[in-house]
């Protein structure tokens, strides 16, 4: 993968919580929201509080994503997660076409390497008609990135963006078969698509500045967001929610087979059902 270009620095709110029934004995929480540090980003500052009060604990999963995680053993109606980070991001780096080729993808080394990226999960399985579009798309390229592409413009084009049409356990044939997700379904679709013809894919899990070009000091709603990192010699990455590659606007918090090992807040608790999850993003570009 080529050099990245200039990048940004960019603040980070990000707000969660959920609200219960009545009073919560106690609960046992993971919350996946810190950005990663990596050659593309540089984590600046990263913190996270949580209400009611408890203590954390800090380690990183399989998957290389920093976890925090934290017990609440007071009795308590709403438990509020708020996660403060400064990055400083890579602007996209060029997409070369001078990966591997077909035939070095099934090699046994690197088959091994990356089988559990390669393998399907529940919310990625195919059925007849996306396995037989899958080896379509391979047998129409000549290079596994360059069918990479084709995925990524095949499924921005055929699934509209529209939030509220699925949730975090939809799979992809239903994605496909109504032609509507949000990009964790669109990613999943590319994930899928990938794997199936032999690529190692894996799913990204981070925040996007919604404003190209945005202007300093101006807070901007904004989202938790996921796009798909393939395997071509090296890991490249491309967001097929937007039809770009990843780059300044992008802020990596985690990677896993799929949305199931990187959700931001997740944990089990003794008490009635909760009554609602609330989330808030806030960015700002500050360089």
């Not at 999963?61 to 009795?75: E, H, I, L, N, R």
């Not at 509020?80 to 990055?87: C, I, M, P, Y």
Request: hydrophobic residues 40%.
């Amino acid at each position: 993968m080529s050099v990245a270009g200039p990048g940004w620095r960019v603040q980070i709110r990000h707000r969660t919580g959920f609200q219960y029934g009545g009073p919560v004995a106690s609960s046992y929480n993971e919350a996946r929201m810190s950005p990663s540090a990596e050659p593309r980003q540089t984590v600046l500052d990263d913190r996270i509080t949580v209400w009611p009060a408890a203590r954390t604990h800090r380690y990183t999963d399989y998957w290389g994503t920093a976890v925090t995680s934290f017990d609440v053993q007071v009795p308590h109606e709403v438990l509020e997660v708020v996660a403060d980070s400064t990055v400083e991001t890579s602007g996209p780096a060029a997409l070369g076409a001078d990966g591997p080729g077909w035939a070095e993808l099934t090699e046994p080394a690197v088959v091994d390497r990356w089988q559990e990226l390669l393998l399907p999960t529940p919310r990625t399985a195919l059925d007849e008609e996306l396995g037989g579009l899958a080896a379509a798309l391979r047998a129409e390229h000549a290079r596994p990135d360059e069918a990479a592409l084709a995925v990524f413009e095949l499924v921005r084009r055929e699934v509209s963006y529209t939030p509220g049409a699925t949730g975090v356990l939809t799979g992809v044939v239903q994605v496909w078969r109504q032609k509507q997700g949000v990009c964790q379904d669109l990613s999943h679709l590319s994930v899928a698509l990938l794997r199936a013809m032999g690529v190692p894919a894996r799913y990204v899990s981070g925040y996007l500045h919604p404003t190209p070009n945005a202007p300093l000091g101006k807070p901007v709603t904004g989202e938790s967001h996921a796009w798909v990192e393939w395997w071509a010699g090296d890991w490249r990455a491309y967001d097929p929610t937007n039809g770009v590659p990843v780059g300044e606007r992008h802020v990596v918090v985690g990677r896993g087979r799929d949305y199931g090992d990187v959700p931001p807040l997740k944990g089990v608790y003794a008490g009635p059902s909760n009554t609602g999850q609330s989330v808030e993003v806030t960015l700002t570009r500050i360089r």
